[in-house]
């Protein structure tokens, strides 16, 4: 069983940054691939960004490639999201994954609660 809590969110302008971080208990947190998804509102939950178990590999929604950037730290257990020129349409709940295999939610064995971003104009 993983839990995982974020943090990090927040409301900031348009181009501005922001930097989550999900913190997860177990033991068995450096085993599992990671990832980000986001959901806004009226809209389904959407994959961002995914790892792999060491950091080596990294996935990004074509949506903010080159804008976020994911990355790991497995003595701390926690993933982080790095946003830089943040866009109002960035706006959404951005959730923490465990054990993702793919882009789809379906691929994702637990879920965080979840940090609200909003990016004004």
């Known amino acids: 069983q993983v839990q995982l809590v974020e943090s990090g969110g927040g409301l900031v302008q348009a181009g501005g940054s922001l930097r989550l971080s999900c913190a997860a208990s177990g033991r068995t947190f450096s085993s599992y691939p990671m990832g980000w998804f986001r959901q806004a509102p009226g809209k389904e939950r959407e994959f961002v960004a995914r790892?792999?178990?060491?950091?080596?590999?990294?996935y990004y929604a074509e949506s903010v490639k080159g804008r976020f950037t994911i990355s790991r730290d497995n003595a701390k257990n926690t993933v982080y999201l790095q946003m830089n020129s943040l866009k109002p349409e960035d706006t959404a709940r951005y959730y923490c994954?465990?054990?993702?295999?793919?882009?789809?939610?379906?691929?994702?064995?637990?879920w965080g609660q979840g940090t609200q971003v909003t990016v004004s104009s």
């Open positions: 790892i792999n178990w060491s950091g080596g590999s990294t």
């Open positions: 994954a465990a054990d993702v295999r793919g882009s789809s939610t379906r691929t994702v064995t637990y």
